[in-house]
């Protein structure tokens, strides 16, 4: 069954430094990976996606993760934190022909100080 | 504007009270879907729907009720609510049953049981 680890509950960083969030993936075919960030009091958006078109995927407000099939890993990073990134980001991978249904991550809280 | 939209948003209710939460999209997708989100466990999948009149279990189904009669609306009810269905339900929808479509979400509902 497929399962998805977030290391870090909450990470903190100060302004302008890199984000680097954790995301672990265990899945018995090729996955699809998602990272999804939740502003307060709002809706999932999504992020970026991996469908291995490319390990290297870029998405929305400078944020990119690098899917490694050896490590297993989906890290979502970017260089420069700015005061808006702070939200609750969700990394998510779709199950064995199921579709589009997801196995979501339990979420890291992104604090950013000044 | 393309969107999923929930009502109510926020709701407080008694034990045992029946209640319904609606969810509607403008965007014709086949696929939608209800979630709850508890703090560290991410978001879980409660119900699924493929397509009008189709629809199936997610991964904690129990105490919950869905119904898909037309392709934009797929209200979550509950028949008899419990203090532990206290939770942030979204409801989700995808153009296709494909594991590489992302999901679209709503704002979420904020369910209290007392």
């Known amino acids: 069954a497929q399962s998805v680890t977030q290391l870090g509950s909450h990470v903190s960083v100060s302004e302008g430094a890199l984000v680097l969030l954790r995301c672990n993936y265990s899945?018995?075919?090729?996955?699809?990976l998602f990272w999804y960030v939740q502003y307060p009091n709002q809706g999932l958006q999504l992020l970026l996606k991996y469908t291995s078109a490319a390990t290297l995927v870029k998405g929305i407000n400078g944020f990119e993760a690098e899917f490694k099939k050896s490590e297993t890993s989906f890290h979502l990073t970017k260089p420069s934190a700015h005061m808006s990134d702070a939200a609750e980001y969700f990394c998510?991978?779709?199950?064995?022909?199921?579709?589009?249904?997801?196995?979501f991550g339990g979420g890291t809280r992104l604090m950013v100080k000044p | 504007e393309a969107q999923v939209t929930q009502n109510p948003r926020y709701l407080i209710t008694v034990t045992g009270k029946k209640l319904t939460v609606t969810c509607s999209q403008n965007?014709?997708?086949?696929?939608m879907s209800w979630y709850r989100q508890d703090p560290g466990l991410g978001l879980r999948q409660i119900y699924y729907?493929?397509?009008?009149?189709?629809?199936d279990k997610g991964d904690v189904p129990e105490g919950y009720k869905v119904s898909r009669k037309e392709k934009r609306n797929f209200p979550l009810i509950l028949e008899s609510p419990s203090p532990n269905q206290t939770s942030l339900y979204f409801c989700?929808?995808?153009?296709?049953?494909?594991?590489?479509?992302?999901?679209?979400f709503g704002p979420g509902t904020r369910l209290t049981v007392t």
């Open positions: 998510a991978v779709t199950r064995n022909n199921a579709g589009n249904m997801l196995t």
């Open positions: 729907s493929m397509n009008v009149e189709v629809t």
């Open positions: 965007m014709n997708h086949e696929y």
């Open positions: 989700a929808s995808s153009p296709r049953q494909q594991p590489s479509y992302e999901q679209y």
């Open positions: 899945s018995s075919v090729p996955p699809y």
